[in-house]
């Protein structure tokens, strides 16, 4: 009962977010500027205001980033090699149908569920995720779509992609707090007061944001294929990244921390990319909407086992 308490009312903001488009109470269009909100202020305030506070030792776990980062890693390569193998598909189809198993909501979903379930721990753990996802999956990602390009224009993107990189807001937030934290500074009490009330902003903006840009149009089609990428998604990656876990024997929380992260929907950033690129862009939105809509029975029952 605690921990459908805890999650099912974050879910709830979703359902409510899409009950408000649905409806037509609420545009549809106001989607991206609260999502823009989210990402660009009030989820760097609040990486800022944790990290800050933490010591360079607490923020370097690198089993964390092993079992996590390992884990997506894993199932994203194994993926791709199936799609290209057993089924012939090119690398740009393999790698956007990859990203839609692997590439995973941290900042909009595991975030809040972290946050409440741990606290700051968990805010710390879901900021390290999302700064794996961005600085690593996500060019990793780009690098393959790339692949059949050779023209200017893939270069002009190439440098677009370090400039995306070394502006994301969470990465720089990150890089200002561990400096913050190094120097060994206290944040003033008016700004820390700021941070904190940007911060919890990030909840109620973020999952209903998600609720309302949620179609489900697209589970019309290709339904076998699409329930394959969601079991994938919310059942095998986040058994993966138990597994590793285990091995690498992280404590109880960051092993909750890594299973969450990697049991949440697929990220919209992979949705991005398949409109960016034009490859499979129905597929990945339909995984999309499976995975929100199914995550909340899914991310119980892991949290239950755990």
């Not at 973020?206 to 990428?229: C, I, K, P, W």
Request: proline residues 4%; hydrophobic residues 60%.
């Amino acid at each position: 009962m605690h921990l459908a308490g805890t999650i099912l009312p974050i879910f709830a903001i979703i359902l409510a977010g899409w009950l408000a488009g649905v409806c037509g109470y609420v545009s549809r269009d106001l989607a991206a500027p609260l999502m823009r909100f989210a990402y660009y202020v009030a989820m760097p305030a609040l990486v800022f205001l944790t990290i800050a506070d933490e010591t360079l030792h607490s923020l370097l776990d690198w089993r964390f980033v092993a079992a996590f980062g390992g884990g997506s890693m894993l199932c994203f390569a194994a993926v791709m090699l199936f799609e290209r193998i057993a089924r012939g598909a090119s690398v740009r189809t393999s790698a956007i149908l990859a990203a839609a198993v692997s590439m995973t909501n941290t900042g909009f979903v595991a975030l809040p569920i972290l946050k409440a379930l741990f606290g700051q721990p968990g805010v710390l753990a879901a900021a390290i995720a999302t700064i794996f996802v961005g600085a690593i999956l996500f060019p990793v990602l780009v690098v393959l779509l790339e692949t059949d390009r050779s023209d200017a224009a893939g270069n002009l993107r190439g440098a677009a992609l370090i400039r995306q990189i070394a502006t994301n807001p969470v990465i720089l937030a990150t890089v200002c707090a561990v400096i913050w934290s190094m120097i060994g500074a206290t944040l003033p009490g008016p700004v820390a007061s700021l941070l904190a009330i940007l911060g919890e902003a990030l909840t109620p903006c973020a999952l209903f944001s998600v609720g309302l840009d949620l179609t489900l149009r697209e589970l019309r089609e290709r339904l076998g294929l699409y329930a394959l990428l969601t079991a994938l998604k919310l059942a095998i990656v986040p058994l993966v990244v138990y597994v590793l876990c285990r091995a690498a024997q992280l404590d109880h929380m960051a092993t909750v921390a890594a299973v969450v992260c990697a049991a949440v929907p697929t990220a919209k950033s992979a949705y991005v990319l398949a409109v960016e690129y034009d490859v499979e862009k129905a597929v990945v939105s339909g995984v999309i909407s499976m995975t929100t809509l199914f995550s909340v029975v899914t991310l119980l029952a892991w949290l239950h086992i755990l």
